[in-house]
């Protein structure tokens, strides 16, 4: 196994907590790469997908709770820096009665789209959200998301072990 999987395998579950945790300020393609290579590497036998999931949930969990406080931290900045650009308060009301109508759900399908998830959480705080409603909606995403990630790499990896196996298989000695 190349020294980067064996690694991987080894570490999994912090690298995945530290990066979602820190999301916000990191690239959101690897996180989705880390993700399939870590069900990759589960699915050989070297690493445990349950602790990556785990993981997975619960740092996603910790950074979209960052994401969401900042936005609410930065709700009087963000009203500031609008008010130039709105005309009338007619299209902040209606985009307020949107995101009731619709935030939610894009909250959880945000997670499927790289680099909408923290903006949604900013959102979801500037709009003042309530934090229970936002936290069981993120963990529902979260989910969600880490388990397709995870399967999709298990999936990926069984042409790779169906491979060795053939191959040790053929190359075995016979009794």
Not at 90 to 112: E, K
Request: charged share 10%; proline share 5%.
């Amino acid at each position: 196994m190349p020294v980067t999987l064996a690694w991987l395998s080894q570490h999994a579950a912090v690298v995945i907590f530290v990066n979602l945790s820190l999301g916000l300020l990191g690239l959101p393609a690897l996180t989705e790469a880390l993700l399939v290579m870590t069900g990759a590497v589960a699915a050989q036998g070297d690493g445990s997908a349950w602790s990556a999931f785990a993981a997975a949930v619960s740092g996603s969990a910790v950074g979209m709770t960052i994401s969401f406080h900042v936005g609410r931290a930065a709700t009087p900045l963000l009203h500031r820096l609008a008010a130039p650009l709105r005309r009338s308060g007619r299209r902040t009301t209606r985009a307020l009665a949107w995101w009731r109508r619709l935030g939610p759900w894009s909250i959880v399908l945000a997670y499927f789209t790289p680099g909408l998830r923290h903006a949604t959480a900013i959102v979801a705080g500037s709009t003042c959200m309530e934090r229970k409603q936002f936290v069981a909606l993120a963990v529902c995403g979260a989910c969600a998301w880490s388990a397709l990630l995870l399967w999709s790499g298990g999936i990926a990896a069984r042409p790779a072990r169906a491979q060795a196996a053939s191959h040790v298989a053929l190359t075995s000695p016979v009794d």
